[in-house]
């Protein structure tokens, strides 16, 4: 005799959002709603009861599950769409590495590791290009640059070492506040940290039985650690530079060893992903311990050395270090690259010994296959296989952009006056500059390739439009002709998701060619005097051009910030900026400690155990999942006990299972791990999809109703395709016609109603 759930015929649909971030009323579809579980970032809500239409299709009982606010409030969440940005990429690529078997999981990860604390590195090194070489150093050497800055003339008569020890504070202050923020968003999830044991063999089924507190902690430290030693390294490196003194040559030995260290640390994985172990906590922590004292030290033996420092132009070797570090970066991003593509190889070779790459059963109609979002199978498209690289890049070559537009901007603030009166120039170290002209380079080239592949992908877009609008409406009267048109080119425009990857790719390329340029910097060799000898251009194009491009990377900072703003005051922006959002903190924090957040760390467990309370109160669970709640419940789905997915279905829409985590995350996201999530819940799974929809899409077959299935057996019978819009002309007593839904929700549509309907009876058939 079993024990287990009690079987009822009672069914409660389980809601999960997805982008919109919507209020609990809005996704139960009812005006008035309480909360039964959870709290303010992460809760259950229920129709309030007393009220007409409490419950939903088919009787089920209705409850939401809202998560929108677990990663951060609305400020936090819009400053990190700026600051955060470089460190979320680099932290997503390191769970995009390719979906070959046995290749070497942990070489890729060191190298996205320490490639992420560059990027920590770099964030100090624009700190101090700042405070350091163009205020300390720079400006107030030039007394038309102290006039009338009262903040900054106190400091002008002071000794160099002493300036210098001084204004440290600043980038000192910089990491110190990253790493503030940093530790802020583990209280939100101190509760979650107990797992299930009901997980599967695949990696996806891990999500949410991720304690990442411990890891995020001790990468956390090793960064900090790494921070304050930049900083220390340049300042040792320009007090030696500039008449080296004993005690200052010593230190920098003492630095170069703990930036050793921290490079070590970073690269041990056995000692930083242990569950448990507090001697590598301690290590850690010490290792940041040492570093801020060092630091400390540095400071104060900057303000006291009575050596006299050398006339030099700027900090001395801070034009050095900074190429250094990007030099690094180029190197650990070939290095990178040529991994994922011995591992690409390593699949192609698997694939060809074992037959052949999995395709549609022999005699079936591949066309709908290739009409499906332009792939032919999962995972495939320009970043198959290649994320890892290709979004670290563009990681790098961002985090460059904001810090050397950071310091150019602040150095034509401070030489205008200088210029203006003959004084010697304050400008931004040559290398900066180079990092501008990369961007402006690759932001010229993308936007060219932009419209290259939408010019040359157009017609093939169009022309599979108006084949599946004149196959939806073929009885269309003369008068709906422009809105055939409105919905052709909606569709149009959905299918152009999977060609943002080329444009990805094309400027990882120009980033990872142009990132050994700025090393010419150290040689004092400026762009405009290669641009001038290599093609004639003037040398003073090229530095307007540079301007330009300075302004162009502000723009972009700016739209950002205006992005999270209207991200969360208008629905119809939040879509696109959400999506990205989600994307990027759905997986746990294994690159950089400073990144945002993981949701999933919080909302699986939660789920989890909200699924398995009511399954245990005897109810059969409907599960539905729009956009990015879909990924929620599939990772929900793989770690719940067998006993509790017997009392399962799954309703998804809007689902980017296959069409993004599928091609972006291909270790993870693969054909095996979507049949499990159906074997697990006894194929009790509809997916509903549209052809508007930009995000969404099909899980198993893109077939179209009345055809046969491109994949046969209980796969094949999950896919639903729903007609969008529903009609292009006004039903009766309307004046105009449905509205096209894209990748909108759409919980009131008849057909939503019918595969909830569906699933409920067959449910309550299970249990009877």
């Known amino acids: 005799m079993t024990s287990g759930p009690q079987p009822t015929d009672d069914v409660v649909e389980l809601r999960v959002h997805g982008v919109s971030g919507a209020g609990a009323e809005q996704i139960l579809d009812r005006p008035h709603s309480y909360q039964v579980a959870g709290d303010g970032s992460g809760g259950f809500y229920r129709p309030r009861p007393g009220y007409p239409d409490a419950e939903g299709p088919a009787g089920v009982t209705l409850e939401a599950y809202r998560w929108s606010d677990l990663p951060s409030g609305t400020t936090v969440r ?12 680099c932290n997503v690529a390191i769970w995009m590495r390719p979906a070959a078997r046995g290749t070497s999981g942990a070489g890729l ?21 700042v405070a350091l070489d163009l205020v300390a150093a720079r400006c107030m050497s030039n007394p038309t640059c102290l006039t009338g800055r009262p903040w900054l003339s106190w400091l002008g008569g002071r000794p160099t070492g002493l300036r210098l020890a001084v204004l440290a504070v600043a980038p000192a202050a910089a990491l110190t506040l990253v790493w503030r923020l940093g530790v802020r968003p583990g209280r939100n999830f101190d509760a979650f940290h107990t797992t299930t044991n009901g997980s599967g063999p695949h990696q996806l089924s891990a999500v949410g039985q991720w304690d990442s507190a411990p890891v995020v902690g001790r990468l956390r430290s090793v960064h900090v650690a790494a921070g304050f030693v930049t900083l220390s390294t340049g300042l040792l490196i320009a007090r030696i530079y500039s008449g080296a003194s004993a005690v200052s040559v010593v230190l920098g030995v003492v630095a170069g060893a ?19 172990s507090g001697p590598v906590d301690r290590v850690c922590a010490g290792l940041r311990t040492a570093a801020c004292v060092l630091t400390a030290l540095v400071l104060v033996v900057l303000a006291v050395d009575p050596t006299p420092w050398r006339p030099h132009v700027g900090l001395p070797g801070y034009s050095m270090l900074g190429s250094l570090v990007i030099l690094s970066q180029t190197i650990l991003l070939f290095v990178l690259g040529v991994m994922v593509f011995a591992s690409r190889g390593q699949l192609r070779r698997g694939a060809t010994a074992a037959g052949g790459p999995a395709g549609p059963a022999s005699g079936v109609d591949t066309d709908e296959m290739r009409r499906g979002f332009g792939c032919d199978g999962l995972g495939s498209g320009p970043l198959q296989g290649l994320g890892a690289p290709v979004i670290a890049a563009v990681a790098t070559g961002l985090a460059i952009a904001l810090s050397a537009d950071l310091v150019f901007r602040v150095a034509d603030l401070l030489n205008r006056r200088a210029a203006a009166d003959g004084e010697r120039d304050i400008s931004a170290p040559l290398g900066f500059k180079w990092a501008i002209f990369v961007f402006l380079v690759a932001a010229a080239t993308v936007l060219i390739g932009a419209v290259v592949v939408t010019l040359a992908s157009r017609s093939a877009r169009m022309r599979t439009a108006r084949a599946t609008v004149a196959r939806d409406f073929p009885d269309a009267p003369p008068a709906a002709r422009y809105r055939l048109r409105q919905v052709e080119r909606t569709i149009a425009r959905a299918r152009f998701t999977e060609r943002l990857e080329i444009l990805a790719v094309v400027y990882a390329c120009m980033v990872g060619a142009g990132l050994p340029t700025i090393t010419l910097g150290m040689l004092q060799i400026s762009p405009g ?9 003037p040398e003073a194009a090229t530095n307007f051009g540079i301007q330009v491009g300075s302004f162009l990377i502000a723009v972009v900072v700016l739209g950002l910030l205006i992005g999270g703003i209207f991200a969360y005051r208008t629905a119809e922006f939040r879509r696109y900026v959400g999506v990205l959002w989600d994307l990027g903190t759905f997986w746990p924090r294994a690159a950089h400690p400073f990144a945002p957040p993981c949701y999933a760390e919080r909302a699986v467990p939660e789920l989890s155990r909200r699924i398995t309370y009511l399954t245990e109160q005897g109810h059969g669970v409907l599960l539905t999942g729009h956009s990015h709640g879909a990924v929620l419940l599939a990772a929900t789905v793989l770690q719940l006990p067998h006993q509790v997915c017997g009392h399962l279905a799954l309703l998804t829409y809007g689902s980017p299972l296959r069409r993004l985590y599928g091609r972006l995350f291909p ?22 999809w549209r052809d508007t929809d930009p995000i969404g899409g099909w899980v198993f077959s ?46 009131a549509d008849s057909r939503f109603t019918a595969a909830v309907t569906d699933l409920a009876g067959r449910l309550r058939t299970r249990h009877r």
Not at 109 to 129: E, F, N, Q, S
Not at 258 to 276: E, N, R, S, T
């Open 258 to 276: 703990m930036l050793g260290a921290c490079v070590a640390l970073i690269c041990a994985h056995c000692w930083i992903d242990a569950p448990d």
């Open 667 to 688: 270790a993870y996201v693969d054909e095996e791990v979507l049949r499990e999530v159906g074997e697990r819940v006894n194929w009790r799974w509809v997916n509903l």
């Open 702 to 747: 893109p077939h179209r109703p009345g055809r046969e299935p491109v994949t046969p057996g209980p796969p094949g019978t999950v896919d639903r395709r729903l007609r969008d819009p529903a009609d292009v002309v006004p039903p009766p007593g309307d004046s105009v016609p449905p509205q096209i839904t894209g990748h909108w929700p759409g919980e």
């Open 529 to 537: 005097e290669v641009v001038e000898r290599l093609t004639g251009i």
């Open 109 to 129: 990860k060191a190298v996205c590791r320490l490639l992420a604390l560059t990027l920590t590195m770099l964030y100090v090194l624009a700190a101090m290009g």
């Open 78 to 89: 819009t400053l990190s769409l700026v600051f955060l940005l470089p460190f979320m990429l």
